[in-house]
């Protein structure tokens, strides 16, 4: 059975059409993922008010990235902001919490002085820079900075927000006519696609589609679609993408990727974007853990080269197994979207969880390890963002659809 959604920004579950966790319940949550709804709705709200907003700094107006709980260090402010400040909004959507909306506003405006290039001689303007190589404009940064933008574009009308999508749709249109190159070195004055270049096609088509959906203008339609048969370009005859120095397939590089070509497919109905994400996501299936994680590395023959998981890349990844079971029906897409999101359950720093560590530490609890291994015993804001959106929008698919049967 498949099901129609309704929407493309990836922010709450009613945004593709769902219904809204906490306010409706179904035994299927209960029964799927071993915890009730409200227990969902818990740990999320938990992981934000607890655990990021430990490392929300009032008198500069942003996040600090993450914490170490071993030596008890909490890191600097970098452009992690536009991603981490979605957890603000995802909250805001559940509780109607004005500071919330403040909060994910005010991460937004700093980090757009801080780590945004709009000198009036940049033609680049839009661009984010990258945190080790300031020099370096990355469109995957970009697109964190546009999709948190769109949300609050959406949720609270801004001149300055508005003005500032204007810019990241700049720096996508500079990096597509330079060829579809992905890194702008400032010194240089020059595009690259080679030497640790992330080819991150997903956030384009991603907030390409978002723009179509807010505008019903064609020109963003257009966009994504010139990036989509881009992408189709890069993708391996066994069905992956090696994004990284085109040898890497990385697990960071995976859900924008896979949910933007079924958002393609959704609007044009042209099978080639439907059968290219079929062909990723069974690649993907095929390295699934049986404890429902992805390693971050795989190289082009098929060898696993970094076994290490980011825990956060799992959940995100079954958001878009999600949009693809909508879409096809298939049923071991929806398993491994499920398997996935209890994975990404089992690393909240909580007394359930796999590593119920340091949990007296306030700026532990609630909280979701970075790495596993734990490596530096690092929580970041960054990956708490896919994690509750994960557990989010899995349950309430898993109600939407099981009306839809029972109906």
């Known amino acids: 059975m498949t099901f129609k959604f309704t929407g493309f920004q990836t922010v709450s579950p009613e945004n593709w059409g769902l219904p809204r966790v906490g306010l409706d319940a179904h035994d299927v949550v209960q029964q799927t993922l071993g915890v009730s709804t409200d227990e969902i709705v818990s740990r999320c709200k938990n992981s934000v008010y607890s655990f990021v907003n430990g490392l929300y700094d009032e008198e500069v107006g942003a996040l600090h990235h993450y914490y170490r709980s ?8 970098d452009s992690g902001n536009f991603l981490m400040a979605l957890n603000f909004v995802v909250m805001y959507d559940l509780f109607q919490d004005p500071m919330m909306l403040e909060r994910a506003t005010s991460c937004f405006e700093f980090a757009m002085r801080e780590y945004c290039d709009d000198h009036p001689m940049a033609f ?4 984010v820079r990258d945190g080790f190589r300031p020099s370096e404009l990355w469109l995957k940064y970009t697109g964190d900075a546009f999709w948190l933008a769109l949300a609050l574009n959406r949720r609270s009308k ?3 927000v508005a003005e500032s999508i204007n810019k990241f749709h700049n720096f996508f249109k500079r990096s597509k006519e330079a060829g579809f190159r992905y890194t702008f070195d400032t010194e240089n004055y020059s595009w690259r696609d080679k030497g640790n270049v992330w080819k991150s096609f997903g956030f384009p088509i991603t907030c390409y589609m978002e ?4 505008t019903e203008n064609g020109q963003y339609l257009q ?14 005859p066994n069905g ?11 697990s960071d590089l995976a859900a924008p990727e896979l949910r933007g070509l079924v958002y393609l497919w959704e609007a044009t109905h042209e099978q080639k974007y439907l059968d290219s994400a079929i062909n990723y ?11 429902g994680a992805w390693p971050l590395g795989v190289d082009r023959d098929g060898e696993i080269c970094v076994a290490t998981v980011g825990p956060g890349d799992t959940p995100n990844i079954a958001l878009s197994l999600i949009r693809l079971h909508g879409a096809t029906g298939e049923d071991a897409y929806l398993q491994s979207a499920i398997r996935a999101v209890k994975y990404g359950m089992s690393m909240q720093a909580c007394e359930s969880g796999k590593y119920p560590l340091h949990l007296d530490d306030p700026h532990v609890k609630w909280g979701f390890w970075s790495w596993e291994p734990l490596y530096d015993y690092s929580l970041s804001g960054d990956q708490s963002v896919h994690h509750i959106r994960g557990q989010l929008f899995l349950s309430s698919y898993l109600m939407a659809i099981a009306k839809q049967q029972d109906s």
């Not at 992956?240 to 990385?250: C, E, G, P, S, V």
């Open 70 to 77: 071993d030596t008890q260090f909490i890191s600097e402010f």
């Open 124 to 127: 680049w303007q839009g661009g």
């Open 158 to 160: 801004s001149t300055f």
């Open 211 to 214: 723009m179509y959906e807010a």
């Open 223 to 236: 966009q994504a679609l010139e990036w989509g048969d881009h992408a189709l370009s890069l993708q391996a």
């Open 240 to 250: 992956a993408f090696y994004l990284i120095d085109d040898q890497f397939w990385n």
């Open 281 to 291: 996501a069974n690649w993907m299936l095929q390295y699934q853990r049986t404890d």
